[in-house]
């Protein structure tokens, strides 16, 4: 990941995030966009509880320490990489709805992803609060069937050692 002049300074990483009491599910977001970052803070607040991965080892640990949630993956971060991670991730927690974010290149490239489920749903740029609201809580009514935990925040963090699975380790990501 890039320096954190670009994170926005009430936008904190996960371990340090504070969680809505009122909030019914984990939102794990993989994105830098800061707009983006913005837009899902504000738009979510208050409604589910959202964590900022710092990379996708990050978003691996973050969803094994969750037990359940949602993962919402901007497709400019990872570009041709994002097919690739939703394998990975689809595979190894296949309970967990993925939500992405992108271009409609992107849409076309997780075509097949798409239409088999291992995207919950495709999110166009740009995005707008409410496009969001409705596609995280239709993403949480899904993974509704568990009560959300909070995800353990002492490994947690971008320094410490990564728990995921060693499949995730292999993509060639930003951390």
Known sequence: ???????????????NQAVEATATANVIVLAEDVTLLELMKHSLEGRQRVWRADGALHAADLLVAAHSGILFIDAALMGKETPTL??????????FPIVVS????DEIELGER????????????PVSAERVRNFIDAAARRSGEQPPREPATENT??????RAISAVRSINLPR
Not at 114 to 125: D, E
């Open 102 to 105: 992108g271009r409609r290149d």
């Open 1 to 15: 990941m890039s320096s954190g002049a670009e994170r926005p300074a009430d936008f904190p990483p996960a371990a």
């Open 86 to 95: 939703v394998d990975k991730l689809h595979e190894q927690f296949p309970d």
């Open 114 to 125: 798409i239409s088999t489920g291992a995207v919950f749903r495709f999110l166009h740029k």
């Open 157 to 162: 963090s971008p320094s410490a050692p990564s």
